[in-house]
């Protein structure tokens, strides 16, 4: 059930932009981060990260360069004219910006990397759009100055080397703070000793949240409902709204709207398990999983999908299953929160990930 089975054979954005940081010495020096970073930076030339749009994840993402690399948001001419090296957050959003960019950067000398959020379907689909960026990014591989980064580790699907010079651990694994560790902390101490475990979706309700399989789920099974209290904590989407209501009539919680950052941070401490069992569409890099890696909070994977292979491979607390097995494999024991074995691998996933950044702007030493 936990991390440590076998191998299954050859992950949606959060409900908020961002779980805020401090300032950059004191979230440096909290999560261990070495300051080195920011030193570089500030003799090379400022970090500018570049994104066509300010949704999603990418707040969260900005404010972590801002906090170790004192980065700034790039302008387009930034990325043709600057010197310093160029970070985007999302190369999918701009891919022929990316190839351009990188291009011509690395003729005059400049430093790219992209972040790759979503590299499963250019490694593996037969479209030809796709096929075309597979090839794109293994000529650019080619190009020392330019580092093209997967935000999930090569371990886990190795046939991401194949279009990426590296990886980080995507920021979600590993940008909380010590004080939102320690209201979530304080939070689950605080709490009334509940009856029955509770299972949370967190973010935005939708198919490809797998909303639908975690309501329909808890409505037709008598024993999950006697077992767990399960709790949707974001807007519900249009598309599912019928099973939102069933959800609620049988004795779910579902919080329809845009939630706080102190719910959010409550959603956690009250959880003994996230919900991140998604279908094929959302196999990718989770920022809901991350954070409640961060916090040691078991969470319900689909089998066989990265976020399994992620977990086996790091180590994190999971059950993972089928769709049509959810209700049976909740059955047994949770695997127990453990915040510390959480805090710690944040700061291996932050030490690791600063390096490897540092190492694709020409910083390593």
């Known amino acids: 059930m936990q991390a440590g089975s076998e191998m299954p054979a050859a992950m949606g954005p959060a409900v908020r932009s961002d779980l805020r940081l401090e300032t950059r010495a004191k979230s440096a020096t909290r999560a261990g981060q070495p300051v080195q970073a920011a030193n570089a930076a500030d003799a090379a030339g400022r970090v500018l990260v570049y994104s066509r749009s300010q949704t999603g994840r990418r707040p969260a993402y900005l404010r972590v360069m801002e906090q170790l690399f004192d980065a700034r948001k790039a302008r387009l001419r930034d990325l043709f004219f600057s010197r310093s090296p160029v970070l985007f957050l999302m190369i999918e959003e701009a891919f022929v910006l990316y190839l351009a960019a990188s291009l011509l950067r690395a003729l005059t000398g400049g430093r790219t990397a992209g972040l790759l959020l979503r590299p499963m379907p ?124 069933a959800f609620c009539e049988a004795g779910g919680v579902a919080v329809d709207r845009a939630v706080s950052d102190c719910e959010l941070l409550g ?92 190492a694709a702007f020409g910083w390593a030493g």
């Open 122 to 245: 250019v490694v593996m689909s037969r479209r030809p759009v796709e096929r075309c960026k597979r090839l794109a990014l293994q000529w650019l591989k080619r190009l020392p100055r330019c580092q093209t980064l997967t935000i999930v580790p090569f371990s886990v699907f190795p046939p991401f080397s194949s279009v990426a010079s590296g990886w980080i651990y995507d920021f979600q694994l590993w940008d909380l703070t010590g004080d939102e560790r320690d209201a979530v902390d304080t939070l689950r101490r605080e709490r009334h000793p509940p009856e029955y475990g509770v299972v949370t979706a967190i973010g935005t309700q939708s198919r490809r949240k797998g909303f639908d399989l975690f309501a329909d789920t808890y409505t037709r099974s008598c024993d999950l409902r006697r077992r767990f209290q399960f709790l949707a904590c974001g807007k519900v989407a249009p598309g599912v709204a019928d099973y939102a209501a």
């Open 267 to 358: 959603a956690y401490a009250a959880s003994d398990a996230v919900w991140c069992l998604y279908p094929p569409a959302g196999d990718h890099a989770s920022g809901i999983l991350g954070r409640a890696a961060q916090l040691g909070i078991p969470v319900v994977v689909r089998y066989g999908s990265l976020a399994h292979r992620l977990c086996i491979v790091e180590n994190i607390l999971h059950v993972a299953t089928t769709a049509d097995r959810v209700a049976e494999r909740l059955a047994d024991p949770l695997p127990p929160r453990d915040a510390t074995r959480g805090r710690l691998m944040a700061l291996r996933f932050a030490r690791e990930s600063e390096a490897a950044l540092r």
